[in-house]
């Protein structure tokens, strides 16, 4: 959020999950991937759907629907993987769709709406309001805290 401060613009990455645009800095973003196989991984949370060998590196994959407590959806040609890379580890979110790449002036970002009962509040930083369009600014390191710890564990 400093880092955002110092800008006049913020480029994001918008995708789409059920009726909600979302927004993530295009910094953290490493690619995006249609759907994959996934391999499975044994006793991990329901929203980590395995890994994925993505040009030699296994990437654990994280569905965003499951992970905000949303109904599931059937994967479909729409469906990606948005791979970011936060400090030293990369994670695969799968998304209903990636729709944009779009410059937002950082002052049309506002701190998150307070709602009351929300299970995604944690997981916002703020909203971002651009021409008619509403972009919800995810908080990745809150959305990924629980991969961030497991491996952290491991080392």
């Known amino acids: 959020m400093t880092e955002m401060l110092n800008q ?3 480029k994001v990455i918008v995708f789409q999950l059920m009726d909600k645009e979302y927004a993530i800095s295009v910094d953290v973003v490493q690619s995006i991937e249609k759907m994959l196989s996934i391999s499975r991984v044994p006793k991990t949370p329901s929203y980590v759907k395995g890994v994925l060998n993505l040009r030699g590196v296994v990437t654990p994959i994280v569905d965003l629907r499951a992970r905000f407590g949303l109904a599931g959806k059937e994967m479909d040609d729409s469906t990606r993987i948005i791979i970011v890379t936060l400090e030293d580890y ?13 410059d937002i002036p950082v002052e049309s970002i506002e701190s998150q709406p307070e ?3 929300s299970v995604e509040v944690d997981f916002i930083s703020g909203v971002a309001k651009v021409e008619k ?8 390191d809150k959305v990924l805290e629980p991969i961030k710890r497991v491996t952290s564990d491991d080392l």
Do not use: P, S, T
Not at 90 to 102: E, F, M, P, Q, T
Not at 133 to 140: D, I
């Open 8 to 10: 006049k613009e913020m």
């Open 90 to 102: 990369d994670v695969g979110l799968i998304v209903d769709a990636a729709n944009d790449v779009l």
């Open 115 to 117: 709602v009351v009962g």
């Open 133 to 140: 369009r509403l972009l919800v600014m995810l908080n990745l």
